[in-house]
């Protein structure tokens, strides 16, 4: 009885180890993440928008590239 509870531990542990052995963009994947349409930032109008969302929200413009915020503390 030890013997296969030990077996059953055993492989429990191989078989969590072994779910993480796949993780990562192999070679032949990469053409397929380099596209247009799979980049976060393709979509000019919805950049827009989340532009527009997010200075309404921090009260502050001009773009991500200035310094300071709607405070008033440059």
Known sequence: MHG???KVVALLLLTCLSG???LGVEP???DQLARNDMALDNEKLDLAQ?????FSKEGSSGGRAFAG???GCN
């Open 4 to 6: 296969t509870g030990s």
């Open 20 to 22: 993480c052995a796949g």
């Open 28 to 30: 032949w994947e990469r």
């Open 50 to 54: 989340d532009d527009h969302i997010y």
């Open 69 to 71: 915020g709607g405070c």
